[in-house]
Nanobody
Framework: QVQLVESGGGLVQPGGSLRLSCAASGITLDNHPIGWFRQAPGKEREGVSCIAANSGSTNYADSVKGRFIISRDKSKNTVYLQMNSLKPEDTAVYYC????????????????????WGQGTQVTVPS
């Protein structure tokens, strides 16, 4: 069965960096669009970034452009989210997700397009 497992969350001071990992089993991540999403208490889930299958084309939310970078390691079947210059408003539970459709060259940060989800990992940036 398909399983996505996030890791790498924790407590980071403002201005610091953190790298989140999304390790997959039962699915080859390189063949699917992959997204990162986050949800803070009392707020709606927000699309953060995505990476397309095969080509590696990416999209980012305006709130993280220039600070976050999404990437994949095909050999490890893992997608990463490098987060730099972290701010208190980045505090949230971060989720990775995969679209079941095998579609190349395009991805979105719209949550309803994704089918498989991880359990989430907490990122806390105190103020």
């Amino acid at each position: 069965q398909v399983q996505l497992v996030e890791s790498g969350g924790g407590l980071v001071q403002p201005g610091g960096s953190l790298r989140l990992s999304c390790a997959a089993s039962g699915i080859t991540l390189d063949n699917h669009p992959i997204g990162w999403f986050r949800q803070a208490p009392g707020k709606e889930r927000e699309g953060v970034s995505c990476i397309a299958a095969n080509s590696g084309s990416t999209n980012y939310a305006d709130s993280v452009k220039g600070r976050f970078i999404i990437s994949r390691d095909k050999s490890k079947n893992t997608v990463y989210l490098q987060m730099n210059s972290l701010k208190p408003e980045d505090t949230a539970v971060y989720y990775c997700a995969a679209d079941q459709l095998v579609i190349p060259n395009i991805c979105s940060i719209r949550a309803y397009e994704y089918d498989y989800w991880g359990q989430g990992t907490q990122v806390t940036v105190p103020s």
